[in-house]
């Protein structure tokens, strides 16, 4: 969280996506080493070189949203963020499944820390190579002018100042909304993300390693819903009601963890069907991670270009502090009060941030949807003029050619 706040917020969109993404890529591979290396020397280097790791990675995201908000029109945004968050939903479920292999291959974890080392690494030299322009402009190509219906009402992709960057959004209630959508889907992503493995043990027929394995499918699952999820909001339908969209997926999410909190608060101590609560998880993951994953394409909506960084530095920081909860809240309703009731917290933050979603909707996008309608009207008129004020230029030429062919007759 406090690498979100300190490099991912101004200083991210002053300088713009690129030189933090490879500086994040530099720092991650150098912390890494740090970590492999003191890992049987001092535990005080080894707490140093994780805290400073995860700071370092921390500012990756907010960069990358940055870039993309730099390069892609906003027509597409949904595609790309979906893209974009592939990188930590199936990348996580490929990451498991191969430093599992090595771990079960004989690797130590120091040779699995300097495995990702060394991977980074290239991939830093190849972002590198890659990013090496700026901007649509510095290869040739117009820049991406945005809209300007965001909380800054700009279409620049640099702030002036900290206060410009800052003060609009202490004012805006499409922001203010945003934090509290991160919040509760945050809250429940990162309680799943953290438990299913133990759940499942627990409360299924598999053994610890199955069970590991078995949570994979929830991940991958839930890379396809924002796959999905992205596509359709760039859809001309959903375009401007996104948030109803997400509201939508909100829905179906209640029913899979009403169902499931329902089958646990009747069983009890007793052990549920395997393929039973897969399908029921596998629903979760697909109803929760699209509208979790578009929660950074909604910030982009807020931002434009200008505090593209900012507001999505600050959505994630906010939604990760009201979620650090999750683990005490959910460890000890599970001990004291079994799993059924914790499937009931996350109903309740699902119904909760499904509320939020269509406050959103009707105060934010249907708004916009009236200011673009005018402005439509507005354009379409200046058009009418404009076509009048020829067609009578017209006329006026015509006849003044005519009274001169007939005064030369």
């Known amino acids: 969280m406090a690498g979100k706040l300190m490099g991912g917020t101004y200083l991210t969109d002053r300088l713009g996506g690129r030189p933090v993404l490879i500086v994040t890529g530099i720092g991650t591979v150098i912390f890494t080493l740090l970590f492999a290396i003191s890992g049987s020397k001092s535990y005080a280097m080894m707490l140093f070189s994780w805290a400073a790791n995860r700071m370092a990675q921390s500012c990756a995201w907010p960069a990358l949203i940055k870039s993309i908000s730099v390069w892609f029109d906003p027509s597409s945004h949904g595609r790309i963020v979906a893209a974009a968050s592939t990188s930590y939903l199936f990348g996580d479920a490929v990451v498991r499944l191969l430093y599992g292999a090595l771990l079960a291959s004989g690797w130590t974890w120091e040779g699995i820390f300097y495995f990702g080392a060394v991977s980074m690494a290239i991939i830093t030299i190849f972002a590198s190579v890659g990013l090496r322009h700026r901007d649509p402009t510095s290869i040739g190509e117009q820049a991406i002018v945005g809209t300007s219906s965001n909380v800054y009402h700009s279409t620049s992709d640099k702030p002036e100042s900290f206060r410009d960057l800052i003060f609009p959004l202490l004012k805006s209630l499409p ?90 608060i009747i069983v009890g101590d007793e052990k549920i069907n395997t393929v039973l609560a897969l399908v029921l998880l596998c629903g979760i993951g697909m109803t929760l991670t699209g509208p979790y994953s578009m929660t950074a394409m909604i910030s982009l909506e807020i931002s434009g270009k200008k505090g593209a960084s900012t507001v999505n530095s600050l959505n994630d920081a906010i939604g990760y502090a009201g979620a650090a909860f999750s683990g005490i809240a959910t460890g000890t309703i599970a001990t004291e009060m079994g799993w059924g009731f914790v499937f009931v917290l996350l109903t309740v933050f699902a119904a909760m941030t499904m509320v939020t979603m269509l406050v959103y909707n009707i105060f934010v996008e249907r708004k916009r949807q009236k200011e673009i309608g005018f402005r439509i009207i507005d354009e379409n008129s200046e058009k009418s003029e404009r076509e009048d004020e020829d067609e009578i230029q017209l006329e006026e030429n015509i006849l003044h050619q005519t009274a001169t062919i007939e005064d030369s007759t």
């Open 175 to 264: 922001f203010y909304l945003l934090l509290l959508m991160s919040i509760g889907l945050t809250f429940i992503r990162e309680t799943l993300r953290d438990w299913i493995p133990l759940f499942l043990e627990e409360k299924t027929h598999l053994t610890q390693s199955q069970a590991a394995l078995a949570s994979t499918f929830y991940i991958i699952v839930g890379g396809f819903s924002t796959l999905l999820v992205g596509n359709l909001m760039d859809s001309k339908k959903f375009q401007s009601r996104k948030a109803w969209l997400m509201g939508i997926f909100l829905i179906l999410l209640i029913i899979f963890l009403s169902i499931l909190s329902i089958i646990q």
